[in-house]
């Protein structure tokens, strides 16, 4: 049987909140020590799995849209890949002429996805401009 | 591409919500292809002759077209 796309959308949501939910206590696990070194692969990349969640989630979204719905995405995504691409080569850059925190990518990639959501965001909102 | 779109659905007295339902579309495509800012594709220019009962040529035509 098919699920609607709602209904699969709901399914990934519920999973990468459990996931979601899973990474929480690994990480207080991991906080106390309690995860043994056998396991550190698996503790490590536990919070992934709610982002292929979410970005299946994402593609059952899209195709529940019209054909012009689609085209804003595509065109905010667009956008959304080049701001992120430009902000990360100049930070990149001027990291290497030392003229910002060369931070490395343990401690950066959260600022990845809030510089992807921010460039989405700024996609959404000129793109949507241009057709309304 | 320019349509007669608007023209059509006024003559209905249908609104662009109400365009949108029977095309199964939302409201802002129904609103960027009649102001011109959205070319429909094949499918979708075909459900719109077909809902108004038109060949698709009588309602888009070429920008600076006759139309017919």
Known sequence: ?132 | MINRLRVLRAEREWSQADLAKRLHVSRQTVNAIETGKYDPSLPLAFAIARLFGQPIEAIFSPNGGAHA
């Open chain 1, 1 to 132: 049987m098919e699920c609607s796309p709602n209904r699969y959308s709901k399914r990934s949501l519920l999973l990468a909140l459990l996931c979601l939910l899973l990474s929480l206590i690994v990480g207080i696990a991991r906080r106390e020590g309690l995860v043994p070194p056998s396991l550190r692969w698996a503790a490590a990349l536990l919070p992934v799995l709610p982002m292929v969640g979410y970005f299946v989630g994402l593609g059952q979204w899209l195709k529940t849209m019209d054909e012009l719905q689609r085209l804003i995405q595509l065109e905010a995504l667009l956008i959304q890949f080049g701001l992120t691409g430009i902000v990360v080569m100049a930070y990149g850059l001027l990291a290497k002429f030392e003229v910002v925190p060369n931070t490395g990518i343990a401690d950066s990639w959260p600022w990845l996805w809030l510089l992807l959501f921010l460039g989405w965001s700024v996609g959404q909102l000129i793109v949507r401009r241009k057709y309304r």
